[in-house]
């Protein structure tokens, strides 16, 4: 987090978003929930993420927050990231309940910012809370997969799928349209005070679901480090 401050040029910046725990240190595949002050001048880093794995006792889910132990502690293969200032201010609330469409959260801000904005592409970030109702969350196995996953229907064959309930902190980030970047639109991963978190795809109970969340529109899109080869699925 602190090398993708300095890339960016934004020492001390507040990261949030989703992205894949670094198997490097953990071991293992996991969901990687960032919360991060990066360091500055002035101050070291301070890191309030989670990340989210299969327990390996009963293949359920198993939540942890970030804690000393785990020295060094990144992502890997990919990060949706949100960067700001983390100052108070103005923000954009939206709050929403029950759902009528197949379009998730998430994906309804998107889809209404791309009917506005067309070409213009425009990005978000923030936190939502799902205050009432369940999701559909996925959390990716502990082993990497031992041959390639060429499909949608390999790789949702290879990931854990779960349903979680409320109130779960949600950190989207996501983009009304894809300026040529060869980018992931949105992507959103959740945790709970209750042990429970992960991918989010969309909530599992339209009719009681509530959403509350705050927002703020990106002024700057970066793209760091693009594949040179690509594929288009497992995008959800
Ligand atoms: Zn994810």
Not at 34 to 43: E, F, G, L, R, Y
Not at 46 to 58: C, K, M, R, T
Not at 71 to 96: M, R, T
Not at 123 to 152: A, Y
Request: hydrophobic content about 35%; aromatic content about 12%.
């Amino acid at each position: 987090m602190n090398i993708i401050a300095k890339e960016i040029e934004f020492p001390g910046a507040f990261i949030l978003g989703a992205g894949a725990a670094p198997f490097q240190t953990l071991g293992i595949n996991a969901e990687f929930m960032p919360i991060v002050q990066t360091k500055s001048d002035h101050k070291p880093a301070v890191n309030g993420s989670y990340f989210a794995q299969i327990n390996p006792e009963d293949g359920g889910c198993l939540l942890e927050k970030y804690s000393k132990k785990y020295n060094d502690f990144g992502f890997a293969l990919l990060a949706n990231l949100f960067a700001s200032e983390g100052q108070s201010g103005k923000v954009i609330e939206i709050k929403a309940k029950g759902r009528t469409g197949e379009y998730n959260f998430v994906t309804c801000m998107r889809k209404t910012l791309e009917k506005h904005y067309g070409d213009k592409p425009v990005g978000m970030g923030g936190t939502f809370v799902v205050q009432n109702g369940k999701v559909k969350v996925h959390i990716m196995p502990p082993e990497f997969s031992s041959c390639p996953l060429t499909s949608d229907e390999d790789v949702n064959n290879w990931l854990h799928f779960f349903e979680i309930k409320a109130p779960l902190v949600c950190q989207p980030v996501f983009v009304s349209r894809d300026p040529g970047f060869d980018l992931r639109l949105e992507h959103t991963h959740c945790f709970s005070h209750h042990g429970e978190g992960g991918h989010y795809h969309y909530d599992t109970t339209p009719e009681t679901v509530e959403y509350l969340g705050h927002f703020l529109p990106a002024e700057i899109l970066y793209r760091i480090d693009k594949p040179k080869e690509t594929h288009t699925f497992g995008r959800d």
